[in-house]
């Protein structure tokens, strides 16, 4: 089986730079996922909100709604 990883195996400098390209890429997806969070944190908060208000979640469901429309028509 050790002979497979020798076969597969690239010289250190290329898999020095593979695992620098795999970082950034991943902490571009984790950049990325951190600002959607954040551009919906708003409209969570009000949907909870509501939802403790009315114990509807339809209520919630469209107040999360309503409020991520005006997030996204806000930044544009």
Not at 19 to 37: E, Q, R, W
Request: without cysteine.
């Amino acid at each position: 089986m050790s002979r497979l990883f020798d076969v597969l195996s690239l010289p250190p400098f290329f898999e020095g730079i593979l695992l620098l390209i795999l970082l950034v890429i991943g902490i571009i997806i984790i950049v990325a996922v951190v600002k959607v969070l954040l551009f919906f944190l708003p409209a969570a908060i009000i949907a909870i909100v509501v939802w403790f208000l009315t114990r509807s979640f339809l209520w919630a469901g469209i107040s999360f709604v309503i409020v991520a429309i005006i997030s996204i028509a806000k930044r544009k």
